[in-house]
């Protein structure tokens, strides 16, 4: 019943811009932060970015910075990932998730409870 869904991955060229969704369902996601997450192979997961709840506060991962932009629309429960200037280095598996449980740590993957199951984003010419 609890879900989220990701969408709007796919292949884009160097320097190219792709948007990221990820609807919640079965629950608000009014009362979560949420973060995005990305896997390369042979990479571990890391954090890319984080909203909170009431999304007043945003962190970027210092290889993403001033190139994409995280926002929520509460009417929607949607989460967006904005993405620009792409390059090689993003291309990976992304995941959103969400937690309620209010936690210092802003991208740290264990403090999150609700996974999608991942949209692929490949950047290559």
């Known amino acids: 019943q609890v879900q989220l869904v990701e969408s709007g991955g796919g292949l884009v060229q160097p320097g190219g811009s792709l948007r990221l969704s990820c609807v919640a369902s079965g629950f608000t996601l009014d009362y979560y932060d949420i973060g995005w997450f990305r896997q390369a192979p042979g990479k571990e997961r890391e954090g890319v970015s984080y909203?909170?709840?009431?999304?007043?506060?945003?962190y970027y991962a210092y290889s993403v910075k001033d190139r994409f932009t995280i926002s929520r629309d509460s009417a929607k429960n949607t989460v967006y990932l904005q993405m620009s200037s792409l390059n090689p280095e993003d291309t990976a598996v992304y995941y959103c998730a969400t937690r309620r449980a209010y936690n210092t740590r802003w991208l740290e993957p264990k403090t999150y409870d609700i996974w999608g199951q991942g949209t692929q984003v490949t950047v290559s010419s």
């Open positions: 909203i909170s709840r009431r999304g007043g506060s945003t």
